[in-house]
């Protein structure tokens, strides 16, 4: 079992930065793909990214590509996602999942609650 809990969403303006974490407080992620997702207000939950069990695959949406890295620690147990150049349409609740295998699809056994991300124009 494991319990994911995400951290540094905010409030920034267009052209900003964000660094998401999603750490979990219980289980490892080490053998686990793991991938970030996104829901905007009135919209369906959307792939944002995901990256291996090894850390050495990694998949973009492609309205983030280029601005959007996803990392992993194994040691400290923890995802990343690095937000650069960041859009109002951006804005959204991003969520971290974990999954046997990662996927553009919902299909990943654990997520998180979520943090919101707003950036202004």
């Known amino acids: 079992q494991v319990q994911l809990e995400e951290s540094g969403g905010g409030l920034v303006l267009a052209g900003g930065s964000l660094r998401l974490s999603c750490a979990a407080s219980?289980?490892?992620?080490?053998?686990?793909?793991l991938a970030w997702f996104r829901q905007a207000p009135g919209k369906e939950r959307e792939f944002v990214s995901t990256?291996?069990?090894?850390?050495?695959?990694?998949d973009y949406a492609d309205s983030v590509k280029g601005r959007f890295t996803i990392s992993r620690d194994n040691a400290k147990n923890t995802l990343y996602l690095q937000m650069n150049n960041l859009k109002p349409e951006n804005t959204a609740v991003y969520y971290c999942?974990?999954?046997?295998?990662?996927?553009?699809?919902?299909?990943?056994?654990?997520w998180g609650q979520g943090t919101q991300g707003t950036v202004a124009s």
């Open positions: 999942a974990a999954g046997a295998a990662v996927s553009h699809s919902h299909t990943y056994d654990y």
């Open positions: 219980r289980g490892s992620l080490s053998n686990y793909g």
């Open positions: 990256v291996s069990w090894t850390g050495v695959s990694t």
